[in-house]
Every structure is written in C-alpha cells, then in structure tokens.
C-alpha cells in the first residue's frame, strides 16, 4: 500500500499558477501507476492526468496544454504544475496510486488514496 500526502493547494485569480505537490511512501518500488484527480462540490470526481513508469503523461481534455503532471521517483514525489487556472478548475485535487497492471488511465484501478488538498480559482 502507497501513502499519499498532497500540498500545494491554494486560493489564487484565474490565469495564474500552482504547482502541487505528492509525497509518496510505502511502496515496495516506483513501479506503479500515479494520477491525479479532483471533485468539485456537487460533481463527480474526475480523473485530470495520469503517470505511469514510462513516464508517458496522460490527461483529461479539459487540461490538455495547461497543465503538466511530473513525476520524481528518486524523491518519491508527484507533480502537477498547473498553469492557465481558471474558475472552473476550482476543486479539492487528489492524487492516487495504484500497482496493479491496468491501465494508468483506468480510473477505477487506482486503489490508494490521499486526504486531498483545495485548489479555489477566482474570476
């Protein structure tokens, strides 16, 4: 089991800037799957970009160009730069880990989770 703990989450005007960040421990090794995700009050948790081993980033449409998803194995630690923000981006983000051989983009498979961190974008 992967231990997750995000930080970075902030309040800030639309166009600007965050870089968000997940520490992960626990795992056996760096072969694993890692994602981002978020959910916005009264929607549904979406996946927003994806990481495997490869290293072959994967995102949702909706951020394709602004946002960035990274991975550092040796400090054990996810990224996600996110630039461009706008009010709709506004969402508790999470990241999340998962070991198995589905997918990275299979929403379903991700199995540990973290507490999140509060992403508010204002107009």
């Known amino acids: 089991q992967v231990h997750l703990v995000e930080s970075g989450g902030a309040s800030v005007q639309a166009g600007g800037s965050l870089r968000l960040s997940c520490a992960a421990s626990g795992a056996r090794d760096g072969s694993y799957c890692l994602g981002w995700f978020r959910q916005a009050p009264g929607k549904e948790r979406e996946g927003v970009a994806y990481?495997?081993?490869?290293?072959?980033?994967m995102y949702t449409d909706s951020v394709k160009g602004r946002f960035t998803i990274a991975r550092d194995n040796a400090k054990n630690t996810l990224y996600l730069q996110m630039n461009s923000l706008k009010p709709e981006d506004t969402a508790m983000y999470y990241c999340a880990a998962h070991g198995g051989r589905r997918s990275c983009a299979d929403e379903n498979a991700y199995t540990d989770w973290g507490l999140g961190t509060q992403v508010t974008v204002s107009s």
């Open positions: 990481i495997g081993t490869d290293n072959n980033p």
